[in-house]
């Protein structure tokens, strides 16, 4: 079945540092391919997507490439805040499925000290 | 628009109650989605519907029910609560259609049966 892993957090960075959040995923055919950030007490918002192998996703001065070689979807920035402290899940969907539901990392939690 | 609304924001209940939670979404979606968040886990389908009248079961449905009346509503009932449903519980729509597959989440419901 379809599956995603991404990196093991917590994740503690100081402001202004390079990030890097690694996520593979298991699938059949072409999914789609989604960053979630979660800030705490609220529910997940779309960072970023990709919808087929090469394109970049970005936003906020996030940036995730599909890469299909490898089957992976890194989520990069150049210089963290300390706004972006949140969990944030990496997740597919695969149209074969009928429902376009999501299939979930477990999450890794971010936190940017000043 | 007002998005997707999850009421009520959180709740105590005894083991065995049973209650309704609440997810109304504006956007016309046909999609509708009920996840459950575990702690230090990603989000895990419980039910879904493609569209009013139909409904069907995700990953983990037992203990759940749910209906869909009208477009707009998709409300998840928990009919003899256990303490392996406490978990925050989020409610998402989708468009469905497209490549984009993407889902807009409500803002939860943290739930906790003692």
């Known amino acids: 079945g379809n599956s995603v892993t991404q990196m093991e957090g917590p994740v503690t960075l100081s402001e202004e540092a390079f990030l890097t959040i690694n996520c593979t995923y298991t699938a059949t055919g072409y999914p789609s391919l989604f960053w979630y950030v979660q800030y705490p007490g609220e529910g997940l918002q779309l960072l970023l997507k990709?919808?087929?192998?090469?394109d970049k996703g970005s936003n906020k001065g996030f940036e995730a490439t599909y890469r299909k070689e490898t089957t992976s979807f890194h989520l990069e920035k150049g210089s963290v805040q300390v706004s972006d402290s949140a969990v944030y899940f990496c997740a597919l969907s695969y149209p074969g499925a009928g429902s376009y539901q999501l299939t979930f990392g477990k999450g890794t939690k971010l936190s940017v000290i000043p | 628009n007002a998005g997707v609304t999850q009421t009520p924001k959180f709740r105590i209940l005894k083991i065995g109650q049973s209650m309704t939670l609440q997810c109304t979404q504006d956007m016309n979606h046909n999609y509708m989605y009920w996840y459950r968040q575990d702690p230090g886990m990603g989000l895990k389908l419980i039910y879904y519907s493609v569209g009013a009248g139909i409904t069907d079961k995700g990953e983990v449905p037992n203990g759940y029910n749910v209906s869909r009346s009208t477009t707009e509503d998709f409300p998840l009932r928990l009919e003899l609560a256990a303490p392996s449903q406490t978990s925050v519980y989020f409610c998402?729509?989708?468009?469905?259609?497209?490549?984009?597959?993407?889902?807009?989440f409500g803002p939860g419901t943290r739930l906790t049966v003692t």
């Open positions: 990709a919808t087929k192998a090469d």
């Open positions: 998402a729509s989708s468009l469905g259609q497209g490549r984009s597959y993407e889902q807009y």
